[in-house]
T-cell receptor, first 117, second 113 residues
């Protein structure tokens, strides 16, 4: 149990276009999901906390108008990179906690590799 | 600010030897710690966790040690195998409740066959 999926697994887009990444909890519900970004040879950096039915909370330095987050249901959060530029090329990873469990473990998706040309 | 760091960015070990990966944390209020393994192009994979009321926890071939006095966390892998080659991250839960984990910088483990 506690599987998180992401779609697509990789995407290549042209500069100036928008890309949507989906994060789904397959067998559990999550009121909160987290979006991370990871550049090569670096650690995961939290971008934002996605809350079901309310606005996302963005980390300092992350542009909320550029990285649009929608958490419309207890099993789906989406991250849209608007007007993508080459510097947005990165590995985007989402995670979620299982509401049924009292522990604090976060379950991670497999990641989405975004390349902006 | 609060941070989680690692002493060694890279570690090379011979196949069959034991590996020890270290992590220092600075937030004394953190009550939950996790070690993740990340292979190239994949998301982090849970290895083992430990709560602050424990100082040792064992899994299959892995052991996590927590020293709250010096705010130090370590991951021990017994009989390291080529499949253990990956980047390992420690992560801490800085507060109780539904807050995100804070990740350390990561250590790349290379197993020499």
């Amino acid at each position: 149990g506690a599987v998180v999926s992401q779609h697509p697994s990789w995407v290549i887009c042209k500069s100036g276009t928008s890309v949507k990444i989906e994060c789904r909890s397959l067998d559990f519900q999550a009121t909160t999901m987290f979006w991370y970004r990871q550049f090569p040879k670096q650690s995961l950096m939290l971008m934002a906390t996605s809350n079901e039915g309310s606005k996302a909370t963005y980390e300092q330095g992350v542009e909320k108008d550029k990285f649009l987050i929608n958490h419309a249901s207890l099993t789906l959060s989406t991250l849209t990179v608007t007007s993508a530029h080459p510097e947005d090329s990165s590995f985007y990873i989402c995670s979620a906690r299982d509401l049924r469990n009292a522990n604090d473990e976060q379950y991670f998706g497999p990641g989405t590799r975004l390349t902006v040309t | 600010g609060e941070s989680v760091g690692l002493h060694l960015p890279t570690l090379s070990v011979q196949e069959g030897d034991n590996s020890i990966i270290n992590c220092a944390y600075s937030n004394s209020a953190s009550d939950y710690f996790i070690w993740y393994k990340q292979e190239s192009g994949k998301g982090p994979q849970f290895i083992i966790d430990i709560r602050s009321n424990m100082d040792k926890r064992q899994g299959q071939r892995v052991t996590v040690l927590l020293n709250k006095t010096v705010k130090h966390l370590s991951l021990q892998i017994a009989a390291t195998q080529p499949g253990d080659s990956a980047v390992y991250f420690c992560a801490e839960n800085p507060t109780s409740g539904n807050t995100p984990l804070v990740f350390g910088k990561g250590t790349r483990l290379s197993v020499i066959a």
